[in-house]
């Protein structure tokens, strides 16, 4: 039986980029971790050690700072897409390059009133991220979000599950739901013109209204409602993928001390958690090839 190398890839992984553009004393601050990853003609590589069609990782690194030189990293998708075909048409062995990104967010700090002109504060948790993927046969463009934290204190139930012998947890018609959203969704053409600040902003907003506004018999129904309705408010996105923790809150029984509980004081455990993942997708989405595939996958 032969053995063969199979499909491989490298790259340089969280590559930390801050960029400021100086517009006299008001600078502007995109805050970025980059990571790529290089296909192409590297089998030689893996088979004898030879380096000659081995563009080094930290060259790719380099790149990414000269890149954000020469072009300001916003809309980190249009960043990207460039920096990812610069790989595919410059770097002769190379025939697919992947380029993610996360941008952490900040927002401009108040002095006496008003907005400081280059004093920022971090946001939150919340990240924005992109990853983009450009092949011999196709281009592929997938925004999204991660660490969302998203709670609401009623309009949540979980009733009339299945029990078995093992099953303690008890039904409720109200309860605290809670949870930090991954999101990411598939554009159908990359090269479209999108608005990509305001379409990720816009699916943030849907994301957000359907969580906050449907009254919610599982977090299963509540994934699938705002999906829905990110593809329904956009027709250029072929799919959305959703990925939400069950960040449990549980109301503290305190009856041993005479005190009523009625929904007022809970704790909040974070391990263990439900994990709950759902897609979205238009029955006519062409295959979406390499696009999801994390920076460390192989196809």
Known sequence: MAIVLGPHQYGKAETRLVRVVRNGERHELVDLNVSTALRGDFDAAHLEG???????????????????????????????????????????????????VERFGWQRAEVAGEPHAHTFLRTGPE??????????????????????????????????????????????????????LTARWRWTDPDAGTDWNGAASSVRTTLVEHFAT?????????????????????????????????????????????????????????RPYGLIQASAVRDDAADAGDAWLPFTGLA
Do not use: C
């Not at 081995?54 to 954000?68: E, F, G, I, R, S």
């Not at 979000?145 to 039904?171: E, H, I, N, W, Y």
């Open 50 to 100: 030879d380096q000659r069609n081995v563009l080094p990782t930290d060259t790719q690194k380099n790149t990414a700072y000269v890149w954000a030189r020469r072009t300001v990293p916003d809309p980190i998708e249009s960043w990207a897409l460039s920096l990812a075909r610069h790989f595919v048409d410059d770097v002769e062995p190379v025939s697919a390059a992947r380029v993610e």
């Open 214 to 270: 449907l009254h919610s018999l599982a977090l299963q129904q509540t994934l699938w409602h705002m999906g829905r309705a990110v593809l329904e408010r956009h027709p250029g996105i072929a799919e959305i993928r959703l990925s939400a923790p069950n960040k449990h809150h549980f109301v503290v029984d305190l009856t041993p001390f005479d005190e009523p509980n009625p929904n007022e004081v809970f704790h909040a455990d974070d």
């Open 127 to 180: 990240v924005r991220t992109a990853a983009i993927t450009v092949g011999p046969d196709a281009v592929h463009v997938v925004q999204g979000l991660k660490d969302l934290v998203l709670l609401k204190t009623t309009g949540s139930a979980f009733r009339d599950f299945l029990v078995d012998d093992l099953t303690t947890l008890q039904p409720t018609d109200d309860r605290i739901m809670a949870t930090s």
